[in-house]
């Protein structure tokens, strides 16, 4: 017996099958309403990681689609609100994913978020962001500067963190080099 899928069930469906269209098509990966940043592979979180042009329209794509604003082809048509509003996501993914990049090279523990599907990320943003963005990832004891993250005050964690990122971007630079 066919299953029986409610209206807005069926619309977002049909939008993760957009968003990820593209995806598919360059990154050779299965993805779908399930899929958070821990199934995606290495090399396609780090060739999304380094946040050039070319990753960007894939975020953008996948954003504009869940939200019904059109594809990621179309964001310079974008009004300067919806332009505003698919750039705050993008950044906010971008944070998510170089965050995920950051634990597979065992550099943390944790990271706010990590348990929510893309998707959800996207779909949920308004409800999700604000808390997710006022926690900070948790640097592994592993980590070399380990002892110094935990010997500063918690305003300046974030930073520390952030200060990671171009060393993360270096790393990473030859992992999505033939995508």
Same mark, same amino acid.
């Given at each position: 017996m066919p299953r029986v899928i409610d209206l807005q069930e069926g619309r977002l469906l049909l939008a #993760?099958? +957009?968003?990820? +269209?593209?995806w598919t098509s360059q990154f050779k990966e299965n993805f779908g309403l399930d899929t958070r940043l821990c199934h995606?592979?290495?090399?396609? @979180?780090t060739y999304l990681a380094q946040g050039r042009d070319k990753g960007a329209f894939y975020l953008y794509d996948l954003i504009m689609s869940l939200k019904g604003?059109?594809?990621g082809f179309e964001f310079n048509e974008l009004d300067p609100k919806? $332009?505003?509003? #698919?750039?705050?996501?993008? @950044?906010f993914l971008l944070d998510r994913i170089r965050f995920e990049c950051m634990k597979r090279?065992?550099?943390?523990?944790?990271y706010p978020?990590? &348990?929510?599907? @893309? #998707? &959800?990320?996207?779909?949920?943003?308004? +409800?999700?962001?604000?808390? @997710?963005?006022? $926690?900070i990832p948790l640097l592994s004891?592993?980590?070399?500067?380990? $002892? &110094?993250?935990?010997?500063i005050n918690t305003f300046d964690k974030e930073?520390?963190? /952030?200060?990671?990122?171009? /060393?993360?971007?270096k790393e990473i630079e030859g992992y999505s080099d033939t995508l």
């Amino acid at each position: 017996m066919p299953r029986v899928i409610d209206l807005q069930e069926g619309r977002l469906l049909l939008a #993760v099958k +957009r968003g990820y +269209r593209n995806w598919t098509s360059q990154f050779k990966e299965n993805f779908g309403l399930d899929t958070r940043l821990c199934h995606i592979s290495f090399k396609t @979180l780090t060739y999304l990681a380094q946040g050039r042009d070319k990753g960007a329209f894939y975020l953008y794509d996948l954003i504009m689609s869940l939200k019904g604003l059109g594809s990621g082809f179309e964001f310079n048509e974008l009004d300067p609100k919806s $332009k505003m509003a #698919v750039m705050d996501l993008h @950044l906010f993914l971008l944070d998510r994913i170089r965050f995920e990049c950051m634990k597979r090279l065992g550099w943390l523990d944790s990271y706010p978020g990590e &348990e929510f599907t @893309l #998707v &959800e990320l996207i779909t949920q943003f308004n +409800r999700l962001a604000p808390g @997710l963005q006022a $926690k900070i990832p948790l640097l592994s004891q592993d980590h070399p500067d380990y $002892k &110094e993250f935990s010997s500063i005050n918690t305003f300046d964690k974030e930073g520390f963190i /952030r200060k990671l990122i171009p /060393r993360l971007i270096k790393e990473i630079e030859g992992y999505s080099d033939t995508l």
